[in-house]
């Protein structure tokens, strides 16, 4: 085939050496990350339904009391940081498929990265204190 031909592909020789795809995205990157942080939290799911149901019907310093076991901060914590990101993940798809001005496609973009980091440190800095007892 001659470097004219049509059936060269769609990508252009930029996007080619830059790993991207037609829609300017690593979109098989982000599928296969949300694929692992949705097996990551189907792991995680179980422990966390029964670390909730422990903590139901107990006060601050009851659930500080359980969260103060390192094994379960860590379970609640790495299945809160699987999700965040599975959504992020998830919101920036719907976002690339049905938003098609690029200005308010890269503004949904941000506002979704940001929202997703403020979820995260939001749940992560309240697992720390309850666990941390302060």
Not at 27 to 53: E, H, S
Not at 111 to 126: C, D, E, P, T
């Amino acid at each position: 085939m001659s470097d004219n031909s049509p059936m060269k592909g769609i990508r252009t020789p930029l996007k080619r050496v830059r790993g991207l795809g037609a829609s300017g995205s690593s979109a098989t990157a982000d599928f296969w990350w949300q694929r692992v942080t949705a097996v990551g939290m189907l792991i995680l799911i179980i422990p966390v339904i029964v670390i909730v149901m422990m903590l139901l019907g107990r006060n601050q310093a009851g659930a500080g009391q359980i969260l103060g076991t390192p094994v379960v901060a860590l379970l609640v914590l790495l299945f809160v940081v699987a999700s965040a990101f599975h959504m992020r993940l998830g919101m920036q798809v719907v976002i690339e498929d049905y938003i098609h001005d690029e200005r308010l496609k890269l503004i949904s973009v941000l506002a979704n990265n940001f929202f997703s980091i403020a979820v995260s440190l939001a749940s992560v800095y309240a697992i720390l204190k309850l666990s941390s007892g302060v």
